[in-house]
């Protein structure tokens, strides 16, 4: 294979075709279903979906066939089938993912931003949707396209992006019970919707946190009445669902009190942690936009900064109804409060069980007799991947080289991708590169988000060589975890959120 002539491939794409395409698909405002019930009166996921399956119907690709299934009151699904190339095994199948709904606009974009309109500042293309995960469609037809303008090999290649996984991925068990017959058994599953510690090199995600979602709501009055007659006497809902959250989480460091909660981590995971953050040093907390003057919650060493955000549960607040605005606000003590509840959990631990725990915590023996209830919306059990066996830990630390001149790293995901857990079950003899651009301040989920566009072709580089591997590796042999690379030498300070003006004149909108 000529990796000079892939690289350049895979450059010439992010430059020009799949760079329109994206900043056309960052128009959409296709907002997935749990924040658009409306979603299919409305025609932006049908629209986003057009795009894509157009856009990958038109690839020079021999003998591709692209398709859109639909099932009955479910979100659309792209099937994208590509046979063997180079000489690859067409006895072999490789399972590529990803989604094309999107999270919901948030308020705070900077001036000259907009969740809807793609603005490209330098090597950073913003809009809602550019790195989570518009961008996997077009890098996982790109390294098809590449290996076969570099002479290199592919065994049989199934593409599916979803359009549901930013409200759990609801649909997809359907789909992939029903194109099971057409998907196989594949022996190789590449996800990219994850991301990366850094830009300068290939991060593979090796276990994802699962969460539960639930509400709870705190009822104490029929209705509401003056603060002045009934406050010191009637207690107020706000405060009861304080006093419940203190069961979960302690307050001032954000610790989770539930010791079902917790997990031992596993020691092959450790010593990646462990490596991670001596990389990572004081960055290994993560970088997020805080206020002048606020800082992280303290919680030690770099290594104890990454177990908490990968391998530990934690909570938080993401709703609260009951409440008015402040500037609707009369001296009311309220009749109820209700808290919408986000609780991440270690990978390995049963969500079910997780959930239960959490419900029984929070209902039992309400404070001062209040109606409590709890309410679980969603619940997902989290992924640990399996042992990696040697042709491709090699691949990955080629791919990595071959992409950004340093070899791969290994590491944990503090969010959920949802299907991980359902895929592993399925396949249990498969072998899984989870990896993506999220990197520093690319704000998946937020405001500002954008993607690094040099990381999108450095990961298709990569995951070029990683399929080409996979088409040439020897039978089947033991399985091992992948050795942390020492970290002698600390990596390029890690890219981050900066305050860039308003974009500059040129950029494409």
Same mark, same amino acid.
């Given at each position: 294979m000529d990796a000079d002539q892939l690289a350049r491939s895979a450059q010439v794409l992010w430059d020009g075709d799949a760079l329109r395409a994206l900043g056309a698909f960052i128009r959409i405002p296709n907002v997935s279903p749990m924040?658009?019930?409306?979603?299919?009166?409305?025609?932006?996921?049908?629209?986003?979906?057009?795009?894509?399956?157009?856009?990958?119907?038109?690839?020079?690709?021999?003998? !591709?066939?692209?398709?859109?299934?639909?099932?009955?009151?479910?979100?659309?699904l792209i099937v994208i089938d590509a046979p063997a190339a180079g000489g690859g095994p067409a006895g072999e199948t490789v399972l590529l993912y990803g989604h094309l709904d999107k999270q919901p606009a948030m308020s705070g974009w900077r001036a000259g931003l907009g969740p809807w309109a793609p603005v490209r500042d330098g090597d950073r293309l913003y809009g809602r949707g550019s790195a989570d995960d518009g961008y996997a469609l077009f890098a996982a037809l790109g390294v098809l396209e590449a290996l076969r303008a570099a002479g290199g090999a592919h065994s049989r290649c199934v593409v599916v992006v979803e359009a549901s996984e930013e409200s759990g991925s609801p649909d997809l068990p359907a789909y992939i019970d029903a194109l099971s017959d057409r998907i196989g058994t594949p022996s190789l599953v590449v996800c990219l919707d994850s991301g990366c510690e850094t830009y300068d090199r290939l991060w593979v995600t090796t276990s994802l946190r699962g969460i539960v979602g639930l509400s709870v709501t705190v009822e104490i009055l029929e209705e509401g009445v003056h603060s002045g007659s009934a406050g010191g006497v009637v207690p107020s809902s706000f405060r009861i669902l304080r006093q419940l959250l203190s069961r979960i989480e302690d307050e001032s460091t954000g610790h989770i009190r539930l010791p079902e909660l917790h997990v031992e981590i596993p020691p092959a995971r450790r010593a990646q942690l462990e490596a991670t953050a001596v990389e990572l040093g004081a960055g290994a907390a993560g970088a997020?936009?805080?206020?002048?003057?606020?800082? !992280?919650?303290?919680d030690g060493a770099p290594f104890a900064q990454v177990c908490n955000r990968t391998w530990r549960p934690a909570l938080a607040t993401v709703g609260l109804d009951g409440i008015p605005p402040t500037g609707d606000a009369g001296n009311v003590l309220r009749p109820l409060t209700r808290a919408k509840l986000s609780v991440r959990l270690p990978p390995t631990l049963?969500?079910?069980?997780?959930?239960?725990?959490?419900?029984?915590?929070?209902?039992?023996?309400?404070?001062?007799?209040?109606?409590?209830?709890?309410?679980?919306?969603?619940?997902?059990?989290?992924?640990?991947?399996?042992?990696?066996?040697?042709? !491709?830990?090699s691949a990955l630390d080629a791919g990595s080289d071959a992409g950004f001149g340093r070899p791969a790293r290994y590491r944990g995901e503090g969010g959920s991708i949802p299907f991980m857990a359902m895929l592993g079950a399925r396949f249990p003899d498969a072998q899984f590169v989870v990896t993506g651009v999220l990197g520093p301040g690319s704000n998946a989920h937020g405001p500002n988000e954008f993607l690094h566009l040099p990381t999108a072709v450095a990961v298709t580089t990569a995951v070029a060589h990683v399929l080409d591997a996979h088409a040439r590796k020897p039978a089947r042999g033991p399985a091992r975890e992948p050795a942390p690379e020492p970290a002698r030498t600390p990596a390029r300070t890690p890219a981050r959120r900066d305050d860039v003006a308003d974009a500059r004149a040129g950029a494409t909108r």
């Open positions: 924040f658009a019930p409306d979603w299919a009166e409305a025609g932006h996921m049908a629209a986003a979906t057009a795009l894509l399956r157009d856009w990958a119907a038109a690839r020079p690709i021999p003998g !591709l066939s692209v398709e859109v299934a639909a099932l009955p009151g479910r979100t659309p997020f936009p805080l206020v002048s003057g606020a800082s !992280l919650i303290d049963d969500a079910e069980l997780a959930a239960a725990a959490l419900v029984r915590t929070l209902s039992a023996d309400p404070p001062n007799g209040a109606r409590v209830t709890v309410e679980v919306a969603d619940r997902g059990t989290g992924w640990d991947a399996p042992p990696t066996e040697a042709w !491709l830990a």
